[in-house]
C-alpha cells in the first residue's frame, strides 16, 4: 500500500518532574491542539509522565496500557482521531521500564519499545528492553525507539528498524545539559545529527527525535536542563528542521510529509512547513 501524505506535530512539551496527573492533563491539551491544527500524528517526549530519572518512578510508574496515563492518552488519541507517539513510565510485575508506545488514531496500541539504551545513570531506574517494534500505519511503517538508543554502537537500533521496514522512526527523547551551557558558542544538537543523518542516508527513512524541555529538579541529573532542540531529518541525510533551544522553549511544530516509495525517495519527499502557535503559551 503506497502511504498516505500526512502532517507530524512535534510537541516540545514542558514535563514537570513527578507531577504525573500535570504531565498528563498537559499532554492531551497538547495532542488536542495538534489535532485542532490538522496533525494526523503526534511525537511526544521521553518519560513525559513522570520525568526521566524522577525518583518519582519508583513508586509512581503504571502499567501499560491500563495504567491511567496510558489509557488517557489512548483517549486523546480516539477523540481526535490522531495516532499518538509518546514516552511512559512503565511498571511491569516489580520492574520499572523507560518505555514509548505508538497508539492507532482509534485509540490501540499498535506498538510498545522498551529503551534498549539506557544511559549508566538511568539503570538504577529502569530494566532493559529486549525487543524492537515497528507499526504498519496508512502513512507508511512507524518504526520506534527511545532517545540514546539512537546513539547505540553502530547505530544498530535505528538501523534494525530500518531494516525492518521503516518509513519513518519516531524517538521520544529528553535531550538535557548542564545549567551552564551556553548554546551559542556551543550549538545544542550534532550528537543527534551525527546518529540520524547516516542512517537516514543509507535507508532512505525520516528519523524525527523531540525532546521534552525543564529544570530538572531531582535525581542524578539535577540542576541540569531538559532544552528541546527536537530534530526531524529526511531520508535524503538532510535536516528538515530544529526545535528552538531552552528549558522554557515549548512550543509545538509541524511537518507536511509526503511519502514516497524508497527507491523513488529524495529531497522532495517532505515538504517542509514549520507553525508554531497555540494556547498555553506555546
Known sequence: MKPHPFKLALIQMEVSGGEKERNIRHAVELVSEAASKGAEVALLPECLDLGWTHPSSQTMAEEIPDGGPCQALMQAARDHGIYVCCGLTEKAGDQIYNSAVIISKDGEILCKHRKLNELDIGHDYYAQGDRLNVAETEFGTFGLMICADGFAKDHVVSRSLSYMGADVILSPCAWAVPSEHDNTKAPYGQIWRESYMPVAREFSVAIVGVSC??????????????????????????????????????????????????????????????????????
Open 213 to 282: 524541555v525543564c529544570n530538572i529538579t531531582d535525581g542524578p541529573w539535577k540542576g541540569r536542563k531538559c532544552i528541546g532542540s527536537s530534530l526531524a531529518i529526511a531520508p535524503s541525510g538532510e535536516e528538515i528542521l530544529q526545535g528552538p533551544y531552552g528549558p522554557d522553549a515549548e512550543c509545538i511544530m509541524y511537518i507536511d510529509l509526503k511519502p514516497v516509495p524508497r527507491p523513488a525517495r529524495g529531497t522532495d519527499w517532505y515538504d517542509m512547513r514549520v507553525e508554531r502557535g497555540g494556547a498555553h503559551g506555546i
